[in-house]
């Protein structure tokens, strides 16, 4: 099966955006919710996987400089409207977090390449954990319109971190959740359960996002099930966002060669098998 992410080589348009806040609100103790109003033809070219750099505003408390990469949450429904599902850590999510509605804040995107998602797929595996549910909500959607059966396995520290509806939503999928509140997260219990679902052969996919504990497991995992794709989207710091600083370079091993790659304009997503987990420097 072809191993080659969604591929959009788009920085030639990317510009700067304005758009206006038309909803943000909080979802539970850590991560708010924010929808803007940008361009319709802006929106309508952004695919599952994509990222925007976010300018966050200048406040008292903080006056963050670099811009700060967000996954495409979902777009719509009407023309125009973008979301973003973001974790209020530091310097500038905490300056995101301030913005009210009907302020106007800037976007750089959309950046990065694309989750494959292929509508013949029979079913797709998920495996998430905290905010990867923002990057890989998307793909549920893709999946769910083409008709692919979806099979999601939850991570997350308790029952009350966990956002099964802001993942989901509405989207026909079996469901399985683990956390570390009752020990059910811990890896080799986690990889029993990859193993056990794709035993059948029926899983054409495998996607996840947000834990580098579980995508060496899925690395792991895959080397027993050849015909699977893996995909993971890769969450590294970065400063331009656009491949030029390279702030964001991780090394892959792409078919025995090894490459340093931009997160930001070679991926965010790469293949599973490709990714080198650790690397000893010097
Ligand atoms: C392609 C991409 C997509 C992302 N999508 C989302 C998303 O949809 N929702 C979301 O909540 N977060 C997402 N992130 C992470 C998000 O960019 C960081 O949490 C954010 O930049 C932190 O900024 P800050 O100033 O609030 O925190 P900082 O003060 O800079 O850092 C606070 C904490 O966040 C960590 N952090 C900072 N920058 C990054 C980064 N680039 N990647 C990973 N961890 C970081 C730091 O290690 C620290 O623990 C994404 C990152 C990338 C690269």
């Excluded at 015909?227 to 991780?250: I, K, Y």
Aim: proline fraction near 5%.
């Amino acid at each position: 099966m072809n191993q080659v992410c969604g591929f959009q080589r788009n920085a030639e348009s990317v510009a700067s955006h304005t758009c206006r806040v038309q909803e943000h609100r909080w979802v539970n103790a850590r991560y708010k919710y924010l929808k803007l109003q940008a361009e319709a033809d802006l929106v309508a070219a952004t695919r599952p996987g994509q990222f925007y750099q976010l300018k966050c505003p200048v406040t008292e408390a903080s006056q963050p400089f670099l811009l700060r990469p967000m996954s495409v949450y979902g777009t719509g429904p009407a023309p125009g409207e973008i979301q973003f599902l973001y974790n209020v850590t530091g310097t500038g999510t905490q300056a995101l977090a301030s913005l009210a509605v009907g302020d106007s804040m800037q976007i750089v995107g959309p950046l990065g390449n694309t989750f494959t998602v292929k509508p013949e797929f029979r079913r797709i595996l998920l495996l998430v954990r905290g905010v990867g549910l923002a990057t890989l909500a998307p793909v549920v959607r893709e999946a769910a319109q083409a008709g692919v059966a979806i099979v999601a396995v939850m991570s997350a520290r308790s029952p009350e971190d966990l956002m099964r509806g802001e993942f989901l939503g509405t989207a026909p999928a079996e469901v399985h959740c683990v956390y570390d509140s009752d020990g059910s997260s811990e890896v080799s219990r986690v990889e029993s359960l990859i193993r056990g679902l794709l035993a059948d052969g029926g899983t054409d996919a495998v996607y996840t996002c947000g834990s580098q504990r579980l995508l060496m497991l899925l690395q792991r995992v895959l080397q027993d099930f050849p015909d699977v794709l893996g995909e993971v989207a890769m969450e590294q710091h970065m400063a331009c966002g656009m491949g030029v600083c390279l702030s964001c370079v991780r090394l892959f091993d792409v078919a025995g060669s090894k490459q340093f790659l931009r997160v930001c304009r070679d991926g965010p997503v790469f293949a599973i098998r490709d990714v080198v987990g650790e690397v000893q420097y010097g």
